[in-house]
T-cell receptor
């Protein structure tokens, strides 16, 4: 069964450093998302992406965050200057298209900021 | 902002028992989804609900989309040890597909 894959599974970074989290959504999906989950808390929406542009973003997704779909398969989340509070699990998700709203999630990247 | 209140926060039950959990909101949602998350993994879709009043089953799982569109419940019948995990409800209002998640219900099943 097709799945969303995320790399790396765990990323440890010094505060202030840039980090790029990578995702390969399911191949025929058109809508892409990033969510984060701070340890022990609920999953929170960060950003949605469609047709090569951001379609919606949350207040968490400030100027330090950016997303990109550099080619036909990868979808990346960049955090420019990481802060301690960026430590969380980051999940990528995708869905097929209009009218189909359930999202398939990857297994996440655990980001630890030191 | 939009919030989903999920209850109970945790449940510890005996194998074979039925389980019920629910989500409520002051906002109207157009889609309700139920996900299960195992440790170290991403949420896995269990059931998707698209219409108010809709009742949908997936094996031992049954979920309903409330007629007010502000709530949903999930029932698990005859629980087994592999049902252990965290169950999240998620609601959609936006056409972008953005999901709002509940706080999760942690289920533990005693063999």
């Amino acid at each position: 069964e097709p799945e969303v894959t995320q790399t790396p599974s765990h990323q440890v970074t010094q505060m202030g450093q840039e980090v790029i989290l990578r995702c390969v959504p399911i191949s025929n999906h058109l809508y892409f998302y990033w969510y984060r989950q701070i340890l022990g808390q609920k999953v929170e929406f960060l950003v949605s992406f469609y047709n090569n542009e951001i379609s919606e973003k949350s207040e968490i997704f400030d100027d330090q965050f950016s997303v990109e779909r550099p080619d036909g398969s990868n979808f990346t989340l960049k955090i420019r200057s990481t802060k301690l509070e960026d430590s969380a699990m980051y999940f990528c998700a995708s869905r097929p298209g209009t009218g189909v709203f359930f999202q398939h999630f990857g297994d996440g990247t655990r980001l630890s900021i030191l | 902002g939009q919030q989903l209140n999920q209850s109970p926060q945790s449940m510890f039950i005996q194998e074979g028992e039925d389980v019920s959990m629910n989500c409520t909101s002051s906002s109207i949602f157009n889609t309700w989804l139920w996900y299960k998350q195992d440790p170290g993994e991403g949420p896995v879709l269990l059931i998707a609900l698209y219409k108010a009043g809709e009742l949908t089953s997936n094996g031992r799982l049954t979920a309903q989309f409330g007629i007010t569109r502000k709530d949903s419940f999930l029932n698990i019948s005859a629980s087994i040890p592999s049902d252990v995990g965290i169950y999240f409800c998620a609601g959609r209002t936006s056409n972008t597909g953005k999901l709002i998640f509940g706080q999760g219900t942690t289920l533990q099943v005693k063999p």
